[in-house]
């Protein structure tokens, strides 16, 4: 009864923040803040300014894990090559599955994967394209299941718990076009098909879509296992293409500010236990990102 009515009163939020006069309030008051908080902006490399401004050019940029350098990346993710075979391939019970997630007790005992995702260096460049202090949502370890289910975020969408969003995907194996890449629509086309379709939220099946732009327009993230795909999600189409030859297995970690424009989609992806235990293992910069929630938006100075 309570998620049905929690369910519900999110429905009802969401109509209410797609109010015109609202949602331009909601901008402005977005901008106000990136435009005060652009000299406490971290510095970056040349490469990752790069990657940043294409992702904000392009809606995507295309790395690896070998290109990044990270120091805690080989140990992340040779735990996560170790978890793959721990994944079942079904959930029993349950119709029309696509894809099946790590538990949050294997995402615990396999720590390395959270904290890969609260890396100083990732927060910096997801900052410095959010333009505000960032929140991290978590890491999530997906099965993509092979099989000709096509729901949910196998089509066409764009996120819209902020108003940017930022996500990094890491590809255990080897994707290639018939394993599910991560397929997207370039950013100014992706504003142009949302003009043409009227579209505000919700997912759009493929017919749909072919009628707005041809499937020749669509780009696929293919790659070598440790390929990395940095989208700017909540401003370009996109989805998981569904995979016909083999099941998919990648690593997602989602970010947001943390001053998401629909707060009450985001939840934390683990328990405030989880969270606790996490944030004695990182600095105070990735503590106020992991605990975002309690910390606030300027926390060091407010």
Sequence with gaps: MGNLVKQTSNKILKRIYR???????????????VK????????LSPKDLNLVETVKREGVA?????ALSIPS??????????LMSQIPKSIPGTKNEYVVHAS????????EICLWGLDQRILNIAENYLGLPVAFHGAYFRRDIANNIE???????????????????????DVNEENGPFEYIPLSLSKQVAEKLKYRHGYVKSQRMEQALSDSHYQSCTG???????AATGSVFHRGKKPIASDRFALFFDYTSRLPKLSFLNQYSMTQE???????????SQRQSLLWQENGFYPESN
């Design 19 to 33: 109010i015109p006069p609202l949602q331009r309030q909601v901008e402005l008051s977005y901008q106000a803040a």
């Design 62 to 66: 295309i790395t690896s894990l070998d």
């Design 104 to 111: 949050s007790r294997q995402m615990m005992e396999n720590s």
């Design 36 to 43: 005060q908080h652009v000299e406490h902006l971290p510095m």
């Design 73 to 82: 990346s080989k140990k992340m993710f040779e735990v996560s090559q170790n």
């Design 224 to 230: 070598k296992a440790g390929t990395v795909v940095i």
């Design 274 to 284: 989880n969270l606790h235990l996490l944030s004695s293992k990182v600095s105070e």
């Design 151 to 173: 729901d949910m975020s196998r089509l066409w969408h764009i996120d819209i718990e902020d108003l940017r969003v930022f996500k990094v995907i890491i590809y255990l194996q």
